[in-house]
């Protein structure tokens, strides 16, 4: 149940995202609000301060650095992707990354490898690939070399690294109870990049500060926290990397597929639809 409350709060991210561009939300703005929203939604949740001095002394410490950093970073390869490659292949890229925790999980931690897994997983990357199938996509010798090529390479990698280190710290029991205060000091961090890279942002160009940057923080922030912090209690619940991430990654995109069509009135095509059942048989297969 809590697998299936975590793809959907991922679904709702998806849709928040989606009415940033209508209402014309600044997404790096929104996107610092949200972090410190998480931080104050981790609070709540743990019924005390999150954030304190001992948080350095924590064996857990540098790899929440080094995930909010990559936070930070990642949304905005992400946006320069979008620009130079497309959303579709952005997305693509963003989804592939599930290879990290998935090999390292079998490789390194000698998790389980039957052959309903195995043909899942199949499904699974194949299923990421035809949901995001568009016959419209054309990319040049200029998009694929250069610049657009090292977006993609950054956007797999990036998103990767930051899956595999939400997988590292828990299956090496680092956060030992203390997933709220991990989740929120990730956040907390995160936000202080932010506004680091919105400073230097603001020296070039000068910002213009708007009430529905505040509301879209706040409205992503919620799920924002959640969908991180249910991913490590997942983990610590004895869920396999190479199992729960594929599941959530095609889950969240089933998930959005569905809503683009109801909500938004999107079509899918004969490509996407055999993407969906793929999707939905490898995620049958990876719970068996």
Not at 87 to 105: D, N, R
Not at 180 to 200: C, E, R
Request: one cysteine or more; aromatic letters at 12%; hydrophobic letters at 55%.
């Amino acid at each position: 149940m809590l697998l299936l409350f975590t793809i959907l709060i991922n679904g709702t991210i998806g849709v928040i995202f989606k009415y940033y561009k209508e209402y014309g939300v600044d997404n790096l703005q929104a996107i610092i609000v949200n972090y410190f929203v998480c931080v104050i939604t981790g609070t709540i949740v743990y019924m005390k301060p999150v954030v304190t001095f001992d948080v350095f002394t924590q064996p857990w410490f540098p790899f929440a650095l080094i995930c909010s950093f990559l936070f930070i970073t990642i949304f905005n390869v992400v946006a320069l992707a979008v620009q130079k490659l497309g959303i579709l292949i952005t997305t693509l890229f963003q989804k592939m990354s599930l290879v990290f925790p998935t090999i390292f999980g079998i490789i390194v931690h000698t998790e389980s490898t039957g052959v309903y897994k195995m043909i899942g997983l199949a499904l699974a990357f194949l299923s990421i690939f035809l949901i995001n199938y568009s016959p419209g996509i054309k990319l040049n010798r200029k998009q694929l070399l250069g610049l657009g090529s090292l977006l993609a390479l950054a956007t797999f990698v990036g998103s990767g690294l930051i899956e595999l280190l939400l997988y590292h710290v828990k299956v090496n029991n680092l956060t030992t109870g203390q997933d709220i205060q991990f989740t929120s000091t990730l956040f907390f961090l995160a936000g202080i990049n932010g506004l680091i890279f919105f400073g230097i942002k603001a020296l070039r160009v000068r910002p213009t500060l708007e009430s529905k940057n505040l509301i879209g923080g706040i409205a992503l922030g919620i799920p924002n926290f959640f969908s991180i912090y249910w991913i490590l209690v997942l983990l610590d619940r004895g869920w396999e990397a190479s199992a729960l991430f594929p599941m959530l990654n095609v889950g969240i995109l089933v998930l959005n597929a569905a809503i683009g069509v109801v909500a938004f009135k999107e079509s899918l095509g004969i490509v996407r639809l055999i993407g969906l059942v793929s999707a939905m048989a490898a995620i049958i297969l990876l719970v068996l």
